[in-house]
């Protein structure tokens, strides 16, 4: 009579026989799937191979044994050890399960006694917790990165045949878990124009200058700016763009190779940086360390505060964010959240983009991978279409003079301002029409 296999612990298998072909001797592996070594003449022989598969098992992989003793907090030493080696996210990959996952009650469960059921109990629990430092419920988006990590994590178990499949593919974030004024406040900013303007102005080196004009107008991360060659910048012809194809020396967040048009002060800023750096190979580094390779990760050319103890005082050396006059929390990453706020508002239009941007454009200039990632800024394209019914005296506001360091140069466009009237029966003093002439800066980076 043929034995039943599937009532066998899994990693252990058996023999049965197979009329008209013999003994066959099947191994169940701890992923649940079976492997066929053969069909013997007898029984004997059968089982001897059986044993032999049990031996050269112990040890690998599909050891079960091995995979009986992980559990989520011990695999994710393994985990967290290998994700060093292969991601360049790490570092946040662990600071999240740090902080949301190893303390929580699943993570000392084994990992195949992980079900969905228990992943979406874990994510209610985390949408009822509060910020260590806000006290404020956790934003989407910290949702989100939690459940990512924990993501990684079992994808990597799957990987290693220690799990049959992911529990998170049946365990979403639950719906409505963030209300829509706490998602809307995920701790990030944006410069206003009269910051931007007052960044420009500050002493600069042309280093700094052109990163602050990539970071600012065309949204490039703080990796992508370490990793950018010379070989990806594109300045000539109608339309001057950069390839990003790598964040430092690995890959670019997405994965993927991304294609951003340049606008104006960009490619000013960078045509004078090329003349600054001279001839150089399409492999060297836009923006090289002192040795001649990419900048250490943090690096974020002189943007923060720095401290130092010297003769035992702590001494602060103001950054370009302090020296700018910009006493509120900016990260450098908040500039890429500037980018897409401008394009959004319309702020730049039409001196530098012709009309404010969709949603969709926004997504496609950012390189996101989702959408849902650029509806954080979905209110600020709502502020400014309320702003359009309601127009204020000056639809366009003026370009920031931050070019002063190279010369600026303005031009006129358009008709003629007209002028007040000198009607005596005019007493509110106002402009009879309002004005239509803009003043352009060129940004004197030719």
Same mark, same amino acid.
């Given at each position: 009579?043929?034995?039943?296999?599937?009532?066998?612990?899994?990693?252990?298998?058996?023999?049965?026989?197979?009329?008209?072909?013999?003994?066959?001797?099947?191994?169940?592996?701890?992923?649940?799937?079976?492997?066929?070594?053969?069909?013997?003449?007898?029984?004997?022989?059968?089982?001897?191979?059986?044993?032999?598969?049990?031996?050269?098992?112990?040890?690998?992989?599909?050891?079960?044994?091995?995979?009986?003793?992980?559990?989520?907090?011990?695999?994710?030493?393994?985990?967290?050890?290998?994700?060093?080696?292969?991601?360049?996210?790490?570092?946040?990959?662990?600071?999240?399960?740090?902080?949301?996952?190893?303390?929580?009650?699943?993570?000392?469960?084994?990992?195949?006694?992980?079900?969905?059921?228990?992943?979406?109990?874990?994510?209610?629990?985390?949408?009822?917790?509060?910020?260590?430092?806000?006290?404020?419920?956790?934003?989407?988006?910290?949702?989100?990165?939690? /459940?990512? %990590?924990?993501?990684? !994590?079992?994808?990597?178990? #799957? $990987?290693?045949?220690? &799990?049959?499949?992911?529990? =998170?593919?049946?365990?979403?974030?639950?719906?409505?878990?963030?209300?829509?004024?706490?998602?809307?406040?995920?701790?990030?900013?944006?410069?206003?124009?009269?910051?931007?303007?007052?960044?420009?102005?500050?002493?600069?080196?042309?280093?700094?200058?052109?990163?602050?004009?990539?970071?600012?107008?065309?949204?490039?991360?703080?990796?992508?700016?370490?990793?950018?060659?010379?070989?990806?910048?594109?300045?000539?012809?109608?339309?001057?763009?950069?390839?990003?194809?790598?964040?430092?020396?690995?890959?670019?967040?997405?994965?993927?190779?991304?294609?951003?048009?340049?606008? /104006?002060? %960009?490619?000013?800023? !960078?045509?004078?940086?090329? #003349? $600054?750096?001279?001839? &150089?190979?399409?492999?060297? =580094?836009?923006?090289?360390?002192?040795?001649?390779?990419?900048?250490?990760?943090?690096?974020?050319?002189?943007?923060?505060?720095?401290?130092?103890?010297?003769?035992?005082?702590?001494?602060?050396?103001?950054?370009?964010?302090?020296?700018?006059?910009?006493?509120?929390?900016?990260?450098?990453?908040?500039?890429?959240?500037?980018?897409?706020?401008?394009?959004?508002?319309?702020?730049?239009?039409?001196?530098?983009?012709?009309?404010?941007?969709?949603?969709?454009?926004?997504?496609?200039?950012?390189?996101?991978?989702?959408?849902?990632?650029?509806?954080?800024?979905?209110?600020?394209?709502?502020?400014?279409?309320?702003?359009?019914?309601?127009?204020?005296?000056?639809?366009?506001?003026?370009?920031?003079? =931050?070019?002063?360091?190279?010369?600026?140069?303005?031009?006129?466009?358009?008709?003629?301002?007209?002028?007040?009237?000198?009607?005596?029966?005019?007493?509110?003093?106002?402009?009879?029409?309002?004005?239509?002439?803009?003043?352009?800066?060129?940004?004197?980076?030719?």
């Amino acid at each position: 009579m043929e034995e039943t296999m599937d009532r066998r612990e899994r990693g252990t298998g058996g023999v049965d026989e197979v009329p008209g072909r013999g003994w066959r001797a099947r191994l169940r592996l701890p992923n649940g799937k079976r492997r066929l070594l053969g069909y013997y003449d007898t029984r004997v022989e059968a089982e001897a191979m059986l044993a032999a598969a049990r031996i050269h098992l112990a040890g690998t992989k599909h050891d079960p044994k091995r995979k009986r003793g992980y559990t989520v907090a011990s695999f994710a030493k393994e985990f967290l050890a290998h994700a060093d080696r292969t991601r360049r996210d790490a570092s946040g990959i662990r600071a999240r399960l740090e902080r949301y996952v190893l303390p929580a009650p699943i993570a000392q469960r084994r990992l195949t006694d992980v079900t969905p059921s228990l992943c979406r109990q874990w994510l209610r629990e985390l949408t009822e917790r509060r910020h260590h430092r806000t006290d404020k419920p956790l934003a989407k988006q910290t949702l989100r990165n939690a /459940r990512g %990590a924990f993501v990684s !994590l079992f994808n990597r178990a #799957r $990987e290693l045949d220690l &799990v049959s499949r992911n529990p =998170f593919d049946d365990a979403p974030l639950p719906k409505g878990a963030v209300s829509q004024e706490t998602s809307d406040e995920e701790g990030w900013t944006f410069l206003s124009q009269q910051e931007i303007a007052a960044l420009f102005e500050i002493d600069l080196t042309l280093e700094q200058r052109t990163v602050l004009a990539l970071a600012i107008y065309a949204g490039l991360r703080q990796g992508e700016l370490h990793g950018l060659r010379w070989g990806d910048v594109e300045l000539e012809g109608e339309r001057p763009q950069l390839v990003i194809r790598r964040s430092r020396s690995g890959p670019t967040k997405a994965g993927k190779v991304g294609r951003v048009p340049l606008l /104006r002060p %960009a490619v000013a800023a !960078l045509r004078r940086w090329s #003349r $600054e750096v001279g001839e &150089v190979t399409p492999e060297a =580094f836009v923006f090289p360390s002192p040795r001649g390779g990419h900048y250490a990760r943090g690096h974020d050319f002189g943007w923060s505060d720095r401290k130092r103890r010297r003769k035992g005082e702590l001494e602060v050396l103001p950054g370009l964010k302090s020296r700018a006059g910009i006493e509120r929390p900016v990260r450098f990453h908040d500039l890429r959240h500037t980018t897409a706020s401008h394009l959004l508002m319309g702020s730049w239009a039409p001196e530098i983009v012709a009309r404010p941007y969709r949603l969709e454009e926004v997504c496609e200039f950012l390189r996101h991978g989702d959408i849902a990632v650029t509806q954080r800024y979905a209110h600020l394209a709502i502020d400014s279409l309320h702003a359009l019914a309601s127009p204020g005296p000056e639809l366009h506001p003026k370009v920031p003079e =931050f070019g002063v360091q190279f010369g600026v140069q303005k031009r006129e466009i358009g008709r003629a301002a007209k002028k007040p009237s000198t009607d005596s029966s005019n007493d509110s003093g106002e402009l009879s029409e309002p004005p239509t002439r803009l003043e352009l800066v060129t940004y004197g980076l030719r």
